[in-house]
């Protein structure tokens, strides 16, 4: 059975930085590219970033938040630096349907990490 | 603001046949599969339907996909009260290089 669990979300100042994890389970990690979606409370779905055979970035986060894998740990990270109010948002990891970043579907998500940005 | 553009709402009866709108460009609807994501009450999204009315395991063939130029949408036949959600296109383009999402349809089951 497939499970996604993120991790690392919390509160963080403007301006702060935060790591969040997603350990993947029930299925081959590195044969399939992974992404990253936020939800602010009560709002709508934002992609933010997918690693795959190649890696992607919303225009709303480049240059400040960053992508990766570890395919040993079967674990995606979302590294977060210069912290804003309206990055606050529930992010969730999910995986695509295949290796392919451009063009990916996401098949299953986590339940999702809440990233709260206040003084 | 959302590079697709979905009514901020819907509603039927049970049994009724709805359907949602998806309102895109040439770059992502008109180039790439549509994507359509279910959000039921309080969980994260999962995958309910995409090109050519292909469906994960256990989505039932009450909901169907079309697409037309740069535009798409999702039928749901048969309303059930357990449909009520808010629903997601999504789609690939090609101009951002990214994944741009519509702005969701709340679906009410009166």
């Known amino acids: 059975e497939v499970q996604l669990l993120e991790s690392g979300g919390g509160l963080v100042q403007p301006g702060g930085s935060l790591r969040l994890s997603c350990a993947a389970f029930g299925f081959t990690f590195s044969n399939y590219a992974m992404t990253w979606v936020r939800q602010a409370p009560g709002k709508g779905l934002e992609w933010i970033s997918v690693i795959g055979d190649n890696t992607y970035y919303a225009d709303s986060v480049k240059g400040r938040f960053s992508i990766s894998r570890d395919n040993s740990k079967d674990t995606l990270y979302l590294q977060m630096t210069s912290l804003r109010v309206e990055d606050m948002a529930v992010y969730y990891c999910a995986k695509a349907v295949g290796v392919a970043a451009r063009g990916a579907r996401f098949d299953f998500w986590g339940q999702g990490t809440l990233v709260t940005v206040s003084s | 603001q959302s590079m697709l553009t979905q009514p901020p709402s819907a509603s039927g009866t049970p049994g009724q046949r709805v359907t949602i709108s998806c309102s895109g460009r040439?770059?992502?609807?008109?180039?790439?599969?549509v994507n359509w994501y279910q959000q039921l009450p309080g969980t994260a999204p999962k995958l309910l339907i995409y090109s050519n009315d292909q469906r994960p395991s256990g989505v039932p063939d009450r909901f169907s996909v079309s697409k037309s130029g740069t535009s798409a949408s999702l039928a749901i036949s048969g309303l059930q009260s357990e449909d009520e959600a808010d629903y997601y296109c999504?789609?690939?383009?090609?101009?951002?290089?990214?994944?741009?999402f519509g702005g969701g349809t709340k679906l009410t089951v009166l």
């Open positions: 999504a789609a690939w383009d090609d101009s951002l290089d990214g994944v741009v």
């Open positions: 040439s770059s992502n609807i008109g180039s790439n599969t």
